[in-house]
Structure formats: structure tokens, C-alpha cells
């Protein structure tokens, strides 16, 4: 059984290597198992398999941009170290701005960013987000053939 003792070397590990991988601008410097729910993790591993190995230097400049932004808009606790902020942040928001970035990124270049899993195919965004009708109906004919 973990004492909060165990708890909270593991968290101070865990702060320490968030902010390592960040200052290395490793990618993702949170690896999906950092999370704390199990549906975290699959969701966190599903945005990673749509991310394209060109990509990372872009992505990463988008990161950063947020975080930044993240840091103007949530003022810190003068105790907390800047370690502890980016995992705060990290926790919270890496994510879904991975997940930003892939939307922004496939409507910009508009191509049906996907991968196919068990022999089926698996769309970023599903067809019925797509406003206009004959776009939707045909990406959801692609998606019923694939």
C-alpha cells in the first residue's frame, strides 16, 4: 500500500521529468501513462498515433504558444517552481491542444487526417461534424466503405 510519503516522490519525480523533457523539447514530454485515468491514456495514445513525425517541429512552436498563453492567463502561486507549473498545465491542457493542432491542421490543408486500426478506419474528426451536407455525406461514405 502507498503511504503519501510514496505519493509524493512520486509526483516530485514526476515533476522533475515533465520539466526535463520539456527543456529538451522532447515529444510528448508527458507520456500518455503519466495520466491519471486509464481513459486518459487511451484517448492520449489515440491523438498521438494521428501526429505525423514532420509535424513535431510545428507542433511544438504550437505548445509552446499555448503554454505561454496559459501562463498569462493563470497567474502562479509565488511557491510554485516553473516545473510545477508546466506539469499543472501539462496535466491539464497537453492534450487537447494536441488535439487542437491536428483539427486546425487538417482543416487547413483539408485532408481527412485517419489511420486504420483492426482493418477499420478511424477518422480524427468524425463526418457528422462537418457542417456543410454534401462534405459530411461524403466523408461519411468514405468512412462506411473503408
Given at each position: 500500500?502507498?503511504?503519501?510519503?510514496?505519493?509524493?516522490a512520486e509526483?516530485v519525480s514526476?515533476?522533475?521529468?515533465?520539466?526535463?523533457?520539456?527543456?529538451?523539447?522532447?515529444?510528448?514530454?508527458?507520456?500518455?501513462?503519466?495520466?491519471?485515468?486509464?481513459?486518459?491514456?487511451?484517448?492520449?495514445?489515440?491523438?498521438?498515433?494521428?501526429?505525423?513525425?514532420?509535424?513535431?517541429?510545428?507542433?511544438?512552436?504550437f505548445?509552446d504558444q499555448?503554454?505561454?498563453?496559459?501562463?498569462?492567463?493563470?497567474?502562479?502561486?509565488?511557491?510554485?517552481?516553473?516545473?510545477?507549473r508546466r506539469?499543472?498545465y501539462?496535466?491539464e491542457?497537453?492534450?487537447?491542444h494536441?488535439?487542437?493542432?491536428?483539427?486546425g491542421?487538417?482543416l487547413?490543408?483539408?485532408?481527412?487526417?485517419?489511420h486504420?486500426?483492426?482493418?477499420?478506419?478511424?477518422?480524427?474528426?468524425?463526418?457528422?461534424?462537418?457542417?456543410?451536407?454534401?462534405?459530411?455525406?461524403?466523408?461519411?461514405?468514405?468512412?462506411?466503405?473503408?
Amino acid at each position: 500500500m502507498a503511504t503519501s510519503l510514496d505519493e509524493a516522490a512520486e509526483i516530485v519525480s514526476l515533476v522533475d521529468l515533465v520539466a526535463q523533457r520539456a527543456s529538451q523539447r522532447q515529444f510528448p514530454y508527458v507520456k500518455p501513462i503519466a495520466l491519471k485515468s486509464s481513459e486518459a491514456v487511451e484517448e492520449a495514445e489515440l491523438i498521438l498515433q494521428f501526429v505525423r513525425r514532420t509535424e513535431v517541429v510545428q507542433l511544438q512552436s504550437f505548445l509552446d504558444q499555448k503554454y505561454v498563453t496559459y501562463l498569462q492567463s493563470c497567474p502562479a502561486e509565488a511557491s510554485m517552481s516553473e516545473a510545477a507549473r508546466r506539469l499543472t498545465y501539462a496535466m491539464e491542457f497537453y492534450y487537447n491542444h494536441v488535439y487542437e493542432f491536428l483539427c486546425g491542421e487538417t482543416l487547413r490543408v483539408r485532408s481527412f487526417r485517419h489511420h486504420f486500426e483492426t482493418g477499420r478506419f478511424v477518422p480524427l474528426v468524425s463526418p457528422q461534424c462537418f457542417r456543410h451536407k454534401r462534405r459530411r455525406a461524403q466523408q461519411q461514405r468514405v468512412w462506411a466503405t473503408s
